[in-house]
């Protein structure tokens, strides 16, 4: 594709129940990232994939999360029995990785808006 | 693991001011310091970026210096205008992998 495309835009949801969060990164990019960004606050790095290594999960803030990425393609961050505290846009972005080159830079996708009532 | 402090968080300039951000690591071995803008409801966007075999790097209005003895790096906008306007981001990683970003600063270019 032509970006970073992520779904859904906007979910919102009531406490405790799970989501699912997709991305689809640009074609050909080995590595891929979450970040959560809460409202009017900094990008807090969630979780690492690059090609076909464990991920570096670090930034993971409870076993609540997970997330995980098929073929080397798309990705899904699942965060199960939601806390209203998880209420944040939660961005994702993928980036040549260590195929860069000379190039490290990451294209982010619109986020995803989660709400949690 | 890594660790980037990013100050000030906000900042409030006239317009033609210079502005400037200042960034400090913690993994020694980190050499690769990106800069990213965020213009409000958008993505952020890469603006600049610098490895750490040189010590300063320019594009126009923007410049970004790196310290890796005090593992230090600055964003200097000079002129700025109302369009600077925006949440700008440090980060830092080794090689390309697993960037960290900053807390942000909030630029606020008044006419």
């Known amino acids: 594709g032509a970006g970073v495309s992520q779904s859904p835009s906007n979910k919102v949801t009531e406490k405790g129940k799970d989501v699912e969060l997709r991305c689809d990164p640009i074609?050909?990019?080995?590595?891929l990232y979450w970040y959560r960004q809460s409202l009017g606050q900094g990008l807090e790095f969630l979780i690492y994939?690059?090609?076909?290594?464990?991920?570096?999960k670090s930034g993971l803030p409870s076993d609540r999360f997970s997330a995980e990425r098929t073929g080397g393609s798309v990705s899904t961050l699942t965060i199960q029995r939601t806390q209203q505290e998880d209420s944040a846009v939660y961005l994702c972005?993928?980036?040549?990785?260590?195929?860069?080159?000379?190039?490290?830079?990451?294209?982010f996708g619109e986020g995803s808006r989660l709400t949690v009532l | 693991g890594e660790n980037v402090e990013q100050h000030p968080s906000t900042l409030s300039v006239q317009e033609g001011d210079s502005a400037v951000i200042k960034c400090t690591y913690s993994?020694?071995?980190?050499?690769?310091f990106p800069w990213y803008k965020q213009e409000l409801g958008k993505r952020p966007q890469l603006i600049i970026d610098?490895?750490?075999?040189?010590g300063e790097k320019k594009d126009q209005r923007i410049a970004v210096t790196l310290n890796k003895t005090a593992k230090h790096f600055s964003l200097h906008i000079t002129e700025t205008q109302p369009e600077d306007s925006a949440v700008y981001f440090c980060?830092?990683?080794?090689?390309?992998?697993?960037?960290?970003f900053g807390t942000g600063t909030r630029l606020l270019v008044s006419p």
């Open positions: 610098i490895r750490s075999n040189v």
């Open positions: 993994d020694s071995a980190s050499n690769y």
């Open positions: 994939f690059q090609g076909n290594s464990a991920p570096d």
């Open positions: 980060a830092a990683s080794k090689g390309f992998q697993k960037l960290v």
């Open positions: 074609s050909g990019h080995t590595a």
């Open positions: 972005a993928s980036s040549w990785g260590l195929a860069g080159g000379t190039s490290g830079e990451l294209f």
